[in-house]
């Protein structure tokens, strides 16, 4: 597992790591949305924090090394988009659809 200490001081990740310590499961979407922090790992190219996935095409939801805000990265595209502010916004518009991938 990832030290606490090295993310909060290297990512945006506080709410994630206070608040969604064991992850958001999407009923609606049978997803597991938010990876509960034991499961998320860095990407050794890029050293985003990879804490969720979208359920296609490789799409994950990260936080990125001293940067702020929640990302979606497309592998297939090898590109980064922000998609949320927060945790929070995440969820949300995940579950109100406007946020899509």
């Not at 958001?24 to 985003?48: D, F, G, K, M, T």
């Amino acid at each position: 597992m990832i030290a606490k200490k090295y993310l909060s001081e290297n990512y945006d990740c506080n709410g994630y790591l206070s608040k969604y310590e064991d992850g958001y499961y999407s009923r609606e979407s049978y997803l597991q949305l938010v990876l509960p922090v034991s499961e998320a790992s860095i990407n050794s190219v890029h050293q985003h924090l990879i804490i969720g996935h979208a359920g296609a095409d490789g799409v994950e939801f990260c936080f990125r090394f001293q940067k702020t805000g929640i990302w979606a990265f497309y592998p297939i595209e090898n590109r980064f988009e922000k998609i949320a502010n927060n945790i929070e916004q995440l969820i949300e518009g995940w579950c109100n659809n406007t946020i899509k991938v």
